[in-house]
């Protein structure tokens, strides 16, 4: 007979979904939170650009807004249907109601926030940005930036459990910042594995 008959049996890990403005950190952030729980990890960015076959900025030129952004719904979906438990999710995907509802009903929602100064400040030391992500407009780099975020901070508010400021903050202490407060939140924990 084993030592410990009544073992409780292990919860799965709770899934866990890093939105906010591109340049927050998502995915270093996502990277390294699944390292640290030893989870699978999806960046929905990196599956559009895998089903397209080009990256975000050629799929945007190339087939429109519209296309991109139905793409983008689909790699929620699927990412939400699969088995990871990080997910990293383009920093627009909030603009549609049906990925927030889903991103809410399925994953704990964290809302990676930074200064737009600061996000402009990341995305030009980022060597990938100019050739892979679409520019969204045609005002300076700063201007979109604090244009896109005055319009999507209240849909990242709505889809957000709880949020991070990551100014100044390195990929790892914001990964650790997660965990604390993940182990002080167990309720509100997505676990929606079935088909939506």
């Known amino acids: ?13 709770p899934r866990i979904a890093l939105i906010g403005y591109r340049g927050s950190g998502k995915t270093r952030v996502g990277t390294r939170l699944a390292e640290r729980m030893g989870v699978p990890f999806a960046d929905t960015d990196a599956m559009v650009a895998a089903a397209a076959g080009a990256n975000l900025a050629e799929v945007f030129a190339r087939q429109g807004e519209a296309a991109f952004r139905a793409l983008e719904s689909q790699a929620v979906e699927d990412a939400l249907a699969s088995d990871a438990r990080v997910i990293s ?7 549609s ?15 990676l926030r930074a200064r737009a100064a600061t996000l402009r400040a990341r995305l030009a030391l980022d060597p ?8 969204l407009g045609g005002a300076t780099a700063l201007a979109e930036i604090e244009e896109l975020l005055a319009a999507r901070t209240p849909l990242y508010e709505q889809t957000a459990h709880s949020w991070i400021d990551t100014d100044g903050l390195p990929a790892l202490e914001v ?15 997505g676990s929606c594995d079935s088909k939506r």
């Open 1 to 13: 007979m084993s030592g410990n008959p009544r073992e409780p049996a292990r919860r799965p890990a």
């Open 89 to 95: 999710v383009g920093g627009g995907a909030v603009l």
């Open 97 to 111: 109601a049906r990925n927030r509802d889903g991103l809410r009903a399925c994953a704990h929602c964290v809302w």
């Open 128 to 135: 990938n940005t100019a050739a892979s992500r679409p520019a």
């Open 175 to 189: 990964a650790e910042r997660i965990l604390t407060t993940l182990a002080a939140r167990q309720e509100g924990m």
